[in-house]
T-cell receptor, first 113, second 114 residues
Framework: AQSVTQLGSHVSVSEGALVLLRCNYS??????LFWYVQYPNQGLQLLLK????ATLVKGINGFEAEFKKSETSFHLTKPSAHMSDAAEYFC???????????WGAGTKLIIKP | DAGITQSPRHKVTETGTPVTLRCHQT?????MYWYRQDPGHGLRLIHY???????DKGEVSDGYSVSRSKTEDFLLTLESATSSQTSVYFC?????????????FGDGTRLSIL
């Protein structure tokens, strides 16, 4: 069965430190992978996506993610955290029906001043 | 931003009453989705639509029905609301071009069933 696992429901980093949010997936078809961000009381906004081609994908707000097929991972990183990065982050992978996505449970990123 | 409007944004109602949530899009996208979001569960798909009058169930469809009579509107109905349906509901749309296209989300409806 296809699934998405996000390690850590909460991740806390200091302002200026590296951000690393982990996502592992299982998929029965070549994966299309997505990271979304949700700010309080808002909908989800696309950060970046991997479909084919270059495995290092750059997104908005300085985030990037690397697709590693051998590790079935798509971890999200940012070199230097800002206070404005505090939000909840969701990883998703397409389901083989092509209509749907499977979602991780989310990771809340906390930025310490 | 994708033109998606959810209404109402907030609603409080009583157990046993019917509730209808509306999602309206101005993008003319074929695919529309209803999700619910609960702490610790991420997003769970309730129903989705792949065209006018074409809908299908998601993983948590029990107690919910949908209708899509026009491209721009996708309605979610709770026939007889229960307290377990208290949640934040999100509508999403997706354009053509295959499953590599991202979904775009509305701002959500916060529904409380007392």
């Amino acid at each position: 069965a296809q699934s998405v696992t996000q390690l850590g429901s909460h991740v806390s980093v200091s302002e200026g430190a590296l951000v690393l949010l982990r996502c592992n997936y299982s998929s029965s078809v070549p994966p299309y992978l997505f990271w979304y961000v949700q700010y309080p009381n808002q909908g989800l906004q696309l950060l970046l996506k991997y479909t084919t081609g270059a495995t290092l994908v750059k997104g908005i707000n300085g985030f990037e993610a690397e697709f590693k097929k051998s590790e079935t991972s798509f971890h999200l990183t940012k070199p230097s955290a800002h206070m404005s990065d505090a939000a909840e982050y969701f990883c998703a992978v397409r389901l083989d029906s092509n209509y749907q996505l499977i979602w991780g449970a989310g990771t809340k990123l906390i930025i310490k001043p | 931003d994708a033109g998606i409007t959810q209404s109402p944004r907030h609603k409080v109602t009583e157990t046993g009453t019917p509730v209808t949530l509306r999602c309206h899009q101005t993008e003319n996208h074929r695919y529309m989705y209803w999700y619910r979001q609960d702490p610790g569960h991420g997003l769970r798909l309730i129903h989705y639509s792949y065209g006018v009058k074409d809908t299908d169930k998601g993983e948590v469809s029990d107690g919910y029905s949908v209708s899509r009579s026009k491209t721009e509107d996708f309605l979610l109905t709770l026939e007889s609301a229960t307290s377990s349906q208290t949640s934040v509901y999100f509508c999403a749309i997706r354009g053509e071009g295959g499953s590599n296209q991202p979904q775009h989300f509305g701002d959500g409806t916060r529904l409380s069933i007392l």
